[in-house]
């Protein structure tokens, strides 16, 4: 500071002397001066219909000012404005008929780029779980309010039967709709659901802008898998996806095929799955229902990505499996019988009840029954040695009584494999047994051994017979 | 759980023909005392509890039995004895639908805990005991497993009225169908090459599957062994070898058996075989309704969709969206395939498509049957709640 403006202007850390105006924390950004801006104009109904368009401009123009809402005694009666011009102008837009003129359009746009693209603040709670905690809503409630109405502004906007696509596609451009997509970050769920409806009709009505937006969605989608595991518009984003997929065109295109593949299946792995699950499946559902030729391939996908440690969402995956398999031709399931039923038959098998109890419930679904029965000679036989074990060995008395219920239930489909099944089994654990025994009974001749040859050699190395008889032993096999 | 090889009354495979021959006239004389007369209506004529039990019902409780024969890891000597009391003593009494599962299970019970009696006889005899000693399975487990709905001291008491209307000696082991299989098993294996011998293990789940079948009550013990051991050996070798059609010539002599009641006993067997030996289904009369029990916690998330409630509308590919449209309820929109329930399913199914919770677990609490099938007798009218894990 004390040396010459020479070196002011190289030193990088010298501050301005002029104070920088405080930037707002909360999304809304003021105003700065001016309450004469916002004065109070009259109302729509009260003028006459030559004078009508003019006016909802210099409203909307209005409108785009912003306020300080963490202040709560500021401008209050510009606030108050604000909010009742925001309520009069959902209803003018509404009930009006010829009011969405040509210039209207950009001036709708502004308002609503002012009032709701803004960068979402980072969150406060960075430990947020979105299951346990409730989430953190901005600022204050007049301020939500006005947010709300801008977007339910927005729909009706969207929704009018006066909206006509032709012009609003000047308005409502690729631009405007990537910043859409990067508010369904925001925390709060209120916000997520008007995104979700308005992104749903802009989608609707912009064909020209569908691939763009698919792309983008996958674009946040894979970000999201495979970089940061954080996004809260998931769900929603899945949402308005269940009704696109719901809506193709048969036969259909490559490029949905891979969606599938290539992000809907990896969604399955991300650790916040019950956030969203229930519309995943939903999504997944719908394309089976489509074109049940990717049966195999989703099936083969979520047995790739089987959780291995958590069970929870073992539970949701199994819930997932049962729906899919609702909607199954027999034809398709006769390929993936076998590797599914070989998980299944793990899952019976897990220690942790609610697993088991889901995977043995699958047998309570008539469709699934009629499609295990049909193919009974290739699943029973992979089902079988699990059942039959834990029938004896599990823990939870309610998984013994269903494991009895599906027994019972085998036993009714095909007496004879069934019988042919049990035989086998029990030869076979005899056989096992009786191999224990010989192994226990050769390791204890080795102690002996051993303890012999030392006694007898101490100074000698006693590797050399034990090495011989262990190269004879038959190697364990692994349970 | 190992089992020893089917013992019956210490009858090993031993080739002492001389010593086989006694027991086979022993069997033959003690034949009638055990012979059930099994004269059960083939149809319900009034059904509920004033009703009468039908060969159907019969039929199905046997094959619960079955089932729990297998569950315990118990030999066919324990289900043939079973089902020989439980025939034995419907014979002799009317007993109503609702008691049948008690009487089944009593016998089962009954028939276990004499069999593990004379193995502990039997083992006692000799000096060393091979494999794990057999356990007797608990009257309440056996309840709670074969979800028969009464109470362990409802088997206890059934028991002591079964044991005392047969006037059931504890040391006297009854004469059944499998005695005789045992007995002609040996006596063949005494004189045929091995080559030649049919499987005992294999004619025994066979033998299991004809006195599941209430017909089988027709035709005397001795005659029924000798018609399956017939027909397993006729259609095991395509050409009937001279040796055995001999051996068999001479074992239907020495068995007593004649000819015309072999040949409709052998009509009777080749027909309950023929479904079992083409891996058929079961018959639907006899299958078990089964309760399906689950803990809470897994109610409340069967299914990922269910929490699903209002779902957007539909986006034409290539189309543009309609002008105005209301969120509508899933079931509208989504063509989700509902199946009907099939009229002869007996196996107990959820209301289709997404029960809420409250549905199901009033649908689990208020589980009556009511199908046509009369499988009351298995539920009784206790309502049980579902288990909380």
């Given at each position: 500071m004390s040396a010459g403006p020479l070196v002011d202007k190289i030193d990088p850390f010298k501050r301005s002397p002029k104070?920088?105006?405080?930037?707002?924390?909360?999304?809304?950004?003021?105003?700065?001066?001016?309450?004469?801006?916002?004065?109070?104009?009259?109302?729509?109904?009260?003028?006459?219909?030559?004078?009508?368009?003019?006016?909802?401009?210099?409203?909307?123009?209005?409108?785009?000012?912003?306020?300080?809402?963490?202040?709560?005694?500021?401008?209050?009666?510009?606030?108050?404005?604000?909010?009742?011009?925001?309520?009069?102008?959902?209803?003018?837009?509404?009930?009006?008929?010829?009011?969405?003129?040509?210039?209207?359009?950009?001036?709708?746009?502004?308002?609503?780029?002012?009032?709701?693209?803004?960068?979402?603040?980072?969150?406060?709670?960075?430990?947020?779980?979105?299951?346990?905690?409730?989430?953190?809503?901005?600022?204050?409630?007049?301020?939500?309010?006005?947010?709300?109405?801008?977007?339910?502004?927005?729909?009706?906007?969207?929704?009018?039967?006066?909206?006509?696509?032709?012009?609003?596609?000047?308005?409502?451009?690729?631009?405007?709709?990537?910043?859409?997509?990067?508010?369904?970050?925001?925390?709060?769920?209120?916000?997520?659901?008007?995104?979700?409806?308005?992104?749903?009709?802009?989608?609707?009505?912009?064909?020209?802008?569908?691939?763009?937006?698919?792309?983008?969605?996958?674009?946040?989608?894979?970000?999201?898998?495979?970089?940061?595991?954080?996004?809260?518009?998931?769900?929603?984003?899945?949402?308005?996806?269940?009704?696109?997929?719901?809506?193709?065109?048969?036969?259909?295109?490559?490029?949905?095929?891979?969606?599938?593949?290539?992000?809907?299946?990896?969604?399955?792995?991300?650790?916040?799955?019950?956030?969203?699950?229930?519309?995943?499946?939903?999504?997944?559902?719908?394309?089976?229902?489509?074109?049940?030729?990717?049966?195999?391939?989703?099936?083969?996908?979520?047995?790739?990505?089987?959780?291995?440690?958590?069970?929870?969402?073992?539970?949701?995956?199994?819930?997932?499996?049962?729906?899919?398999?609702?909607?199954?031709?027999?034809?398709?399931?006769?390929?993936?019988?076998?590797?599914?039923?070989?998980?299944?038959?793990?899952?019976?098998?897990?220690?942790?009840?609610?697993?088991?109890?889901?995977?043995?419930?699958?047998?309570?679904?008539?469709?699934?029954?009629?499609?295990?029965?049909?193919?009974?000679?290739?699943?029973?036989?992979?089902?079988?040695?699990?059942?039959?074990?834990?029938?004896?060995?599990?823990?939870?008395?309610?998984?013994?009584?269903?494991?009895?219920?599906?027994?019972?239930?085998?036993?009714?489909?095909?007496?004879?494999?069934?019988?042919?099944?049990?035989?086998?089994?029990?030869?076979?654990?005899?056989?096992?047994?009786?191999?224990?025994?010989?192994?226990?009974?050769?390791?204890?001749?080795?102690?002996?051994?051993?303890?012999?040859?030392?006694?007898?050699?101490?100074?000698?190395?006693?590797?050399?017979?034990?090495?011989?008889?262990?190269?004879k032993q038959s190697p364990p096999t692994l349970k | 759980m190992e089992v020893p090889m089917d013992v019956s009354g210490g009858k090993s495979s031993c080739p002492d023909v001389s010593v086989l021959m006694q027991s086979l006239q022993q069997a033959l004389a003690l034949e009638a005392k055990f012979q059930p007369k099994l004269q059960l209506p083939s149809t319900a004529s009034n059904t509920g509890e004033s009703g009468e039990i039908t060969s159907a019902m019969r039929d199905g409780a046997a094959h619960v039995l079955r089932c729990l024969k297998v569950w315990y890891d118990l030999p066919s000597a324990v289900l043939l004895d079973a089902l020989n009391m439980m025939d034995r003593f419907m014979s002799r009494m009317k007993a109503r639908p609702k008691h049948l599962s008690c009487i089944a299970i009593s016998s089962f019970h009954l028939a276990a805990c004499q069999w593990v009696e004379r193995v502990k006889k039997n083992s006692g005899e000799t000096s060393s005991i091979s494999g794990p000693l057999q356990v007797v399975p608990e009257p309440q487990d056996l309840v709670t497993i074969s979800q028969c709905k009464c109470t362990a001291g409802d088997i206890n008491r059934m028991e002591k009225i079964v044991e005392a209307k047969l006037a059931c000696l504890p040391q006297e082991e009854p004469v059944t169908t499998l005695t005789f299989l045992n007995l002609y098993h040996a006596l063949l294996s005494t004189t045929l090459p091995a080559a030649l011998q049919p499987d005992l293990l294999i004619l025994s789940c066979k033998l299991e599957t004809i006195c599941c079948d209430a017909n089988y009550a027709a035709f005397p013990s001795s005659v029924l062994a000798f018609a399956l051991l017939f027909v397993e050996m006729k259609c095991h070798q395509t050409a009937i070898e001279v040796i055995s059609r001999d051996v068999l010539l001479e074992l239907q002599r020495l068995a007593q058996v004649k000819d015309d009641m072999l040949n409709e006993c052998v009509r009777m067997v080749s027909s309950v075989m023929a479904p079992y030996d083409g891996y058929a289904q079961s018959n639907p009369s006899h299958r078990q309704r089964l309760t399906w029990k689950l803990s809470r916690r897994t109610l409340k998330q069967l299914r990922p969709t269910e929490k699903l409630v209002n779902v957007l509308p539909t986006i034409e590919e290539n189309r543009q969206f309609g002008q105005v449209q209301k969120r509508s309820r899933r079931s509208r929109l989504t063509p989700h395939k509902v199946r009907p329930v099939s009229p002869g399913a007996v196996l107990s199914t959820l209301p289709l498509p997404f029960p809420t919770k409250e549905d199901l677990t009033s649908f689990f609490d208020n589980f009556v049957a009511a199908s046509p099938y009369s499988f009351r007798f298995l539920y009784g009218l206790e309502e049980e709640s579902p288990s909380t894990a």
């Open positions: 104070k920088k105006p405080k930037k707002s924390q909360g999304s809304s950004r003021y105003h700065s001066g001016s309450e004469a801006d916002l004065q109070p104009l009259p109302l729509l109904k009260d003028v006459p219909a030559g004078e009508q368009e003019e006016l909802f401009i210099r409203k909307l123009r209005q409108c785009c000012l912003g306020f300080d809402f963490l202040d709560p005694v500021a401008d209050l009666k510009g606030k108050e404005i604000k909010r009742a011009s925001l309520t009069e102008l959902v209803d003018y837009i509404t009930a009006g008929r010829g009011v969405l003129t040509e210039p209207v359009y950009p001036e709708i746009i502004r308002t609503i780029t002012s009032n709701l693209f803004r960068t979402l603040p980072p969150s406060d709670n960075p430990d947020f779980d979105p299951e346990e905690d409730d989430p953190t809503l901005e600022a204050s409630w007049p301020h939500l309010q006005v947010i709300y109405l801008v977007y339910e502004f927005f729909l009706r906007f969207l929704e009018s039967p006066d909206f006509q696509p032709g012009i609003g596609k000047k308005v409502i451009d690729q631009k405007f709709v990537l910043q859409l997509l990067e508010l369904f970050d925001s925390e709060d769920p209120r916000e997520r659901d008007f995104l979700k409806t308005v992104l749903h009709r802009i989608y609707g009505k912009f064909l020209g802008l569908r691939a763009f937006i698919r792309k983008q969605i996958n674009n946040i989608f894979l970000r999201f898998i495979y970089e940061t595991e954080h996004f809260n518009g998931v769900s929603e984003l899945l949402e308005i996806l269940g009704s696109i997929i719901n809506g193709f065109a048969l036969p259909l295109k490559l490029e949905h095929k891979q969606f599938l593949v290539k992000v809907l299946l990896p969604l399955h792995k991300v650790k916040c799955l019950s956030l969203y699950h229930a519309q995943l499946a939903y999504c997944v559902v719908q394309f089976l229902e489509k074109d049940p030729s990717l049966t195999e391939e989703v099936i083969r996908g979520l047995l790739k990505y089987w959780p291995k440690t958590c069970s929870q969402k073992e539970v949701m995956f199994l819930g997932e499996i049962e729906e899919i398999l609702d909607v199954t031709e027999p034809a398709q399931f006769i390929k993936i019988q076998e590797p599914l039923f070989k998980q299944i038959s793990r899952c019976v098998s897990s220690p942790h009840f609610q697993v088991a109890e889901r995977a043995l419930y699958l047998w309570n679904n008539e469709y699934v029954m009629s499609l295990i029965e049909e193919n009974s000679a290739a699943i029973m036989p992979i089902m079988f040695p699990a059942l039959y074990r834990i029938s004896k060995e599990h823990w939870n008395q309610t998984i013994v009584a269903l494991v009895y219920n599906v027994l019972k239930t085998f036993m009714e489909m095909n007496s004879k494999l069934f019988d042919e099944l049990t035989a086998t089994y029990k030869t076979e654990r005899q056989k096992e047994k009786k191999k224990e025994k010989e192994r226990d009974e050769l390791w204890r001749k080795l102690a002996e051994l051993e303890i012999s040859h030392r006694r007898r050699e101490p100074s000698a190395k006693t590797n050399a017979t034990g090495g011989v008889a262990l190269a | -």
